[in-house]
């Protein structure tokens, strides 16, 4: 209301200091975002690791996973399974399946059919009765057996050594493709599952939200020498030593190399 004097009174442009709660004053900043899309901001500096070296963080892994069995792809192909045909097969059997569990079925589905036109020639139905013990076994059989046809009726029963045309088969994206093609036909080509993926975002050596971006990722800075290995040293590794929960930090050959990323509990 006006004063004595007919002027309004002044009040103050400032506004009052918003109440903070103690657990919102407890609570970290929020971690910087980077600006790439699908890359994660540099973490803090860690004054307890050395250097990264991949070469001899590499050589380490190699020694510690001799003990360990080999990823199904890779123990398929020693077995003499090792045409472009059946290395896809192994891997779409493999999806979302333990090695442990499509590494047997595998075998068992290529001991029966291991041609496009001896798996063209059953049906869904027989491809499925010998895969069930894997995850999703209905619609791979049906995928398995479209494969199949096609392979014999398009390509003369031999897929050729195209990432494109392994993608065009519905299903198939760069994980199978790159690792058959590695396998199969020597190509320098990364399979980034989820081992690869969160192992190597463990380590700091690359910084990606996803699978797909890891890929990126590696691309540009893993010497070329290391695309097809990289999957048959991480998978076992990422199983029996650097897990997805509670990794097992304390055996781990190459601790004094990684920054442990995201790690809150070990063994």
């Given at each position: 209301m006006p004063t004595s004097s007919g002027r309004k009174p002044r009040t103050s442009s400032r506004r009052a200091p918003a109440r903070v709660s103690a657990r919102t004053a407890r609570e970290p900043p929020a971690p910087e975002q980077s600006p790439v899309p699908g890359v994660v901001a540099e973490p803090p500096p860690r004054p307890d690791k050395v250097p990264f070296d991949i070469d001899e963080v590499l050589s380490r892994i190699r020694e510690t996973v001799r003990g360990f069995a080999d990823a199904a792809m890779f123990a398929l192909a020693a077995r003499g399974h090792d045409s472009l045909f059946e290395q896809l097969v192994a891997c779409i059997l493999s999806i979302r399946t333990l090695d442990e569990v499509s590494l047997p079925v595998s075998l068992a589905l290529l001991g029966r059919a291991s041609t496009p036109e001896a798996m063209a020639a059953l049906t869904p139905e027989e491809i499925d009765a010998l895969i069930r013990p894997v995850t999703f076994h209905e619609p791979k059989a049906r995928?398995?057996?479209a494969i199949a046809v096609r392979?014999?009726?398009?390509?003369?029963?031999k897929l050729p050594c195209d990432a494109q045309v392994l993608q065009s088969f519905k299903g198939v994206g760069p994980k199978c493709a790159h690792l058959a093609l590695g396998i199969a036909c020597g190509h320098e080509a990364i399979s980034v599952d989820i081992h690869v993926h969160r192992v190597t975002n463990r380590w700091g050596y690359v910084r990606a939200r996803t699978p797909e971006a890891t890929l990126a990722a590696l691309e540009t800075q893993l010497p070329r020498p290391y695309w097809v290995e990289l999957n048959r040293l991480l998978v076992p590794f990422g199983k029996h030593v650097c897990t997805?929960?509670?990794?097992?930090?304390?055996m781990c050959p190459v601790l004094q190399y990684c920054r442990q990323v995201g790690v809150t509990q070990v063994r």
């Open positions: 995928q398995l057996h392979t014999r009726d398009e390509y003369g029963g997805g929960t509670r990794p097992r930090c304390s």
